[in-house]
C-alpha cells in the first residue's frame, strides 16, 4: 500500500510496498519511486476520477487499485495479478489450441482419400505450427511421397527419391520411433529436398512420426526460417497431439483403400459376369441386387462355353437362400464348384448331385435353387437340354408371342440328402427365346397398392410383347417393368437370363455379338 498527497509526495508505504518498490520512502516523490505506468496514472487525475492501473514491475505483473480520501491524499493498493494473467494467458492459448485441433480432426476425418488428407495435414501444419511444413509418407520403393507447403500456400506433392535417414530423427520417425528433440537436429544440415522453393535458410526444424493404426503413417517435418523464435518443447508436445490425428486420419484412409482395392479384387469373382454370343447362341442377362447400394447378392448366373466340340455351352441360373453380402459368398462357392463341374456339363442330374453333396458336407446351411440350361447351335436352330432343381421354370418366347413353360422341376440343393430333377428338350427357332428367371421378378412387390405380386401372368404378357426382340432388349424390357412395379418399394435380388436363336439378319447387322464380354 502506498499513500500519496495531491502532489504526488509519498506520505506512507507500508512493509510490502517497501519491497515491491525499494526506493519508496515518505517525503519522497512518486515519479523518484515507482515505475513510470503508476506515477503518470497518479499524475493525470483531477478530483475523484483516479483510474485503476496495471504494469509490471521485474517478472510481476500488479494492478494498482486507488482510493481518494477526503482530504486529497490518495490510497494505491497493489495487487500481484501475475498468476491469474498467466492462467488466462494460458486458457486462451488452450482455447485456440483445442479450436485448432477440432477443425483439424473435422478436416481431416470428412475425407477417406489419403492424398487429400495428406494435403489437409502439411496446409494446416504450415498455417498454424511453423513456416512451412512437408508431409512425407513411408518410401513406395526408392521414392518418398512427399507433401510441401509454405504458410499461405497451397499444398504441392511430389515424389523425391533421397535417403530419409540424411534428416536425423526422419528415417525413426518414418519407423514409427519417438521423435528427436529439435534441439538435436541442426538446421544447417538439412538436405536440399527438404527445403522447399522460396523458403531461405532453416533457422530450425521439428521432425515428428504421424502415427498410424499399427503401421506409422509417415512423418511431420515442421520449419521455421531465421528471424523466427525456435520451437518450444511446449509446441514440440502441440504439433505431437495434432501429428497423432493426423496420422491416425492418414492411417484410415490408407487402410480403406486397400481394403477397397481387396474388395473390388474379390468382388470380380461376385458380380454377374457380361453376356455375349458364344457359338452361335445368343446370351443376355441382368441382375438387380435387392439393396441398390449393393452390387452382390444371392442372385447369380453363369455361362460357360462347351469344353470340347458338340457339347453345348451350359448355362446356370439360381438362388441362394438370403440375400446380401454373406448371401454372395455362398453364390460364390456354389459357383466355383459348378466351374470345377464342367468336365460332366453335359449330365445334369450328376452336377446337382456332386453340388448337393458338397452343400451338405459345408458347415453352411444355406440352400439354393438352379436351372441348368444346355445350349447347342444346331443349323439355324438352338438345341436346349433344361433342368430345374426347386426353381421356377424357365419360359420359352415362341415367334409367334406364344409363351411356355418348360416342363421341368426338381428339388432344390443343401436341403435333402438326395436331388431329384427332370430334363426336358427344347428347340428354339431363329427369333425364339428361352427366358431363366429367378423368383425375385415374380415376387416383387408394388403396383397400386404397393403390396401386389408381379405374378407370373404380368411376365407372360410382358414376354408377349417381346415376340422377336433380341435378348437383351427382352432383359430390359422385363427389368424395367419389374422396377416399375416394385417402385421405390422393397424388393429381392432379381436376376434374369435370356437364350436366344438370332434371326440371320440380325447376325449380320452386328457381326454376330451382342455388346459386352464374356466371362467364364
Known sequence: MLVTDDQSVLLFVNEAAGLIFPRARPGSSMRDSVPAWLSSAHGRPTGRG?????????????EAHPTVREDDTVVWWLVDDTDHRLAHAALQVERERTAFL???????????????????????????????????????GRELPVVTCLRGGSPSSSR????????????????????????????????????????????SIVITPLPGHGVPAGALVLLRGIGTAGFSAEEEVFARLFAARAGAAMSAARLYAEQTSITNVLMRDLLPPLLHQVSGVEYAGGYRPSKEHERIGGDFYDVHPASTEGDGSLVVLGDVCGKGLEAAVMTGKIRNTLHALLPIAQDHQRILSLLNTSLLNSHNTRFATLVLASALRDGNTVRLRLTSAGHPAPLILRSDGRV????????????????????????????????LYTDGITEARGGPMGGTQFGEERLFRALEDCAGMPG?????????????????????????????????????????????????
Open 160 to 203: 523425391i527419391a533421397a535417403d530419409p535417414d540424411q534428416v536425423p530423427g526422419l528415417g525413426e520417425a518414418l519407423q514409427g520411433f519417438p521423435p528427436v528433440p529439435s534441439r538435436w537436429i541442426d538446421p544447417a544440415a538439412a538436405p536440399a529436398w527438404l527445403i522447399p522453393d522460396g523458403f531461405g535458410a532453416v533457422g
Open 404 to 435: 411356355e413353360e418348360a416342363a421341368t422341376k426338381g428339388t432344390l440343393v443343401g436341403a435333402l440328402p438326395q436331388v431329384t430333377a427332370e430334363t426336358v428338350h427344347v428347340t428354339l427357332e431363329p427369333g425364339e427365346t428361352c427366358v
Open 50 to 62: 483516479v483510474p485503476t492501473v496495471q504494469g509490471p514491475v521485474d517478472d510481476r505483473t500488479y
Open 102 to 140: 477440432t477443425e483439424a480432426s473435422n478436416l481431416l476425418l470428412s475425407s477417406l482419400n489419403l492424398e487429400r488428407c495428406m494435403d489437409v495435414t502439411a496446409r494446416m501444419a504450415a498455417e498454424h505450427l511453423a513456416d512451412a511444413a512437408l508431409v512425407i509418407a513411408p518410401s513406395r
Open 472 to 520: 437383351e432388349a427382352v432383359v430390359e424390357r422385363v427389368q424395367m417393368l419389374a422396377s416399375q412395379w416394385v417402385g421405390t418399394g422393397g424388393h429381392d435380388d432379381m436376376a434374369v437370363v435370356v437364350i436366344s436363336a438370332p434371326r440371320s439378319h440380325h447376325l449380320s447387322a452386328v457381326d454376330g455379338h451382342t455388346r459386352g464380354r464374356f466371362t467364364a
